[in-house]
């Protein structure tokens, strides 16, 4: 299955210092796409990165997308504490005819802290 | 900014009952989800739905599982009779290849 597997588990920072966290995969994939859960709340999309791209910014976010070794890594400059929430991988392939839709296999997750 | 939302937020029910969670997806998508998410653990694909049909279920949507687009804008998810291991967080998601997430149902079956 194209299972995102994330790591680390946990990872807990002081703020401003920087946050990787890692997640790998199975199989072909069109796209992957990052998620930021706070607790018991809902997903928040962070970003998508195409399977024909290595590197995607968003503000404080960078992404990038390693196909060969079916890897990827969110990478969250100068942490603040709000940015404690778990955050997942999600990887696609496309559903329809036309390829423009897809289900997500979610990872497991890394759990972020970030103190003051 | 447009948001899919859903409700309730929460959502108690007695085993063997029916419940019915409600969303609404922004309105120029065209594909929508439901997912789960047990405590603690992934959050799981449920179903897809296009164009007035499931495009695609898992094996956790089975004949207790139902999906309707009853009005053009809300899409609601139907389990018949309640199992306890069907508590869980259930999300909704609208969107194409960018998937956005409702804030979830927590429905919680005694």
């Known amino acids: 299955s194209q299972q995102g597997e994330e790591d680390p588990q946990a990872l807990s920072i002081q703020e401003g210092e920087n946050a990787t966290m890692n997640c790998s995969y199975k199989t072909s994939i069109n796209n992957l796409q990052w998620y930021r859960q706070n607790s018991g709340r809902g997903l928040v999309h962070l970003i998508l990165?195409?399977?024909?791209?290595r590197e995607k910014h968003s503000g404080r976010l960078r992404v990038t997308l390693d196909t060969s070794k079916k890897s990827s890594s969110l990478l969250i400059t100068a942490s603040r504490a709000a940015d404690t929430a778990s955050y997942f991988c999600?990887?696609?392939?496309?559903?329809?005819?036309?390829?423009?839709?897809?289900?997500?296999?979610f990872g497991t997750g890394t759990r972020l802290q970030v103190t003051l | 900014e447009p948001e899919v939302t859903q409700t309730p937020s929460h959502q108690v029910t007695q085993m063997g009952q029916e419940v019915i969670l409600r969303c609404v997806p922004i309105s120029n998508h065209l594909y929508f989800y439901w997912y789960r998410q047990i405590l603690g653990q992934k959050v799981e694909f449920l179903v897809s739905f296009y164009n007035n049909e499931i495009s695609e279920k898992s094996e956790i949507f089975d004949d207790q599982f139902s999906v309707e687009r009853p009005d053009g804008s809300n899409f609601t998810l139907k389990i018949r009779s309640t199992k306890l291991e069907d508590s869980a967080m259930y999300f909704c998601?609208?969107?194409?290849?960018?998937?956005?997430f409702g804030p979830g149902t927590r429905l919680t079956v005694l």
């Open positions: 998601a609208s969107g194409g290849w960018e998937q956005f």
């Open positions: 990165i195409r399977s024909n791209e």
């Open positions: 999600a990887t696609d392939a496309p559903l329809s005819p036309t390829g423009t839709a897809s289900k997500l296999t």
